[in-house]
């Protein structure tokens, strides 16, 4: 029978299909962040990332020399000059914008009586008329062109050198850290005594936890920040440390506490008998096997708190100094809306952080998540 201890449930291709498939919309995005920050404006502007690797087709325009410019030669009147710029290869070229690739590379053109146009395969083009020429305005040339795969590091120079970065990412980390390590200590506290010691309200304690998990902490800025500010706190790294805190308190507690409910209890119960007190019984024994459930806590205490926006906001502030990560892509996004190469790029520098903290710790996370999907005896 299926579902039987030794026995693959049939639901097993479905589980790995969904993960696959998760996996795979996290990292497509991430991926594409990733290439676009190594394009420049014109590029992306004109192809999506997916193309990058294989060269993208523009059309543009040039203007022919005038008058002054023209040589005689031969009999003829000749103006010369290139239609493109840098390593693009010609694949079309015309002369009006309704068909900018009529012609092919090459190909000679009369665009008025007498006058005939060449575009050679290299971009340059030569003008001829019998007559002298007596315009004053160049003649447009229109050419479709494949640029080669090009990447640059330059959005990288910009935005790493660009004022404030610097000191954002340093506001991110002071907040960060601090936000990340104080609920872990006081929810692996809270979370053994609601697991393992007898105490009058615990279960009412252990409820109200859970129902906290539902508040949504919009509701709680602002009534918070009167708090903060009664008690001369501010706005500031403290208020923020004690506002993270709070708010991600009750996952952490519990998720340490279903977790460590399922630790062996005789292992515990022998400690006490050979004397241990609850502080030594917690220092030596469960926090060492609790590690997996702290670390997948902190991989989403910390992604949260580097990605956080509106509680920086409200607690930290708006002025450049206090400015955080995100708060200075907030900036980018609004006084230089179309140099999406520098978004991309501040982006990603802005994930390369959490990327790394996820990847080192991401063999805890499943087992942190499986907490107390075994009961302990």
């Known amino acids: 029978m299926e579902g039987m201890a030794g026995q693959k449930s049939s639901l097993t291709w479905v589980v790995n299909i969904s993960a696959f498939l998760l996996v795979l919309l996290w990292t497509i995005p991430t991926l594409g962040l990733f290439v676009s920050s190594f394009r420049d404006r014109d590029q992306i502007s004109t192809s999506g990332w997916w193309q990058s690797f294989s060269g993208s087709e523009q059309t543009g325009f040039v203007r022919t020399g005038t008058a002054d410019d023209q040589v005689e030669r031969d009999g003829l009147y000749v103006i010369e000059g290139t239609a493109l710029e840098g390593t693009q290869e010609l694949t079309a070229w015309g002369t009006g914008a309704r068909s900018p ?22 971009g340059t083009y030569q003008m001829t008329s019998a007559q002298p020429f007596e315009m004053t305005r160049g003649e447009r040339i229109f050419t479709t062109t494949l640029s080669p795969p090009s990447f640059t590091t330059e959005n990288y120079g910009r935005v790493l050198t660009a004022g404030g970065l610097g000191r954002a990412f340093m506001n991110t980390m002071t907040v960060t850290i601090p936000a990340t390590v104080i609920p872990i200590l ?103 096997l609790s590690f997996p459930a702290l670390a997948s806590f902190a991989i989403f205490q910390f992604l ?74």
Not at 264 to 274: G, N, Y
Not at 333 to 345: D, V
């Open 101 to 122: 690739a009529e012609f092919a590379p090459g190909d000679t053109v009369e665009i008025d009586p007498g006058v005939n146009v060449t575009v050679a395969g290299d």
């Open 304 to 377: 949260w708190v580097w990605n956080d926006l509106l509680v920086a906001t409200v607690f930290l502030g708006n002025t450049r100094e206090q400015l955080v990560m995100t708060g200075l892509l907030r900036e980018l996004m609004g006084s230089r809306g179309g140099e999406w190469e520098i978004l991309a790029t501040s982006a990603f520098i802005s994930i390369a952080v959490p990327l790394l903290v996820f990847f080192a710790m991401q063999k805890y996370l499943v087992r942190g998540l499986l907490a107390g999907s075994v009961k302990g005896g």
């Open 186 to 288: 006081i929810a692996a506290f809270a979370a053994y005594a609601l697991a393992w010691m007898q105490f009058p309200g615990r279960a009412l304690l252990t409820a109200c936890v859970v129902g906290l998990l539902v508040v949504p902490l919009q509701v709680a800025l602002i009534p918070l920040l009167r708090l903060h500010n009664e008690l001369g706190i501010g706005k500031g790294y403290l208020g923020i440390w004690l506002a993270h805190t709070g708010f991600g308190l009750p996952l952490a507690v519990y998720l340490l506490r279903n977790y460590m409910v399922g630790l062996p209890r005789e292992v515990i119960e022998s400690a006490r008998v050979d004397g241990a007190t609850e502080f030594q019984i917690f220092r030596r024994i469960i926090l060492p």
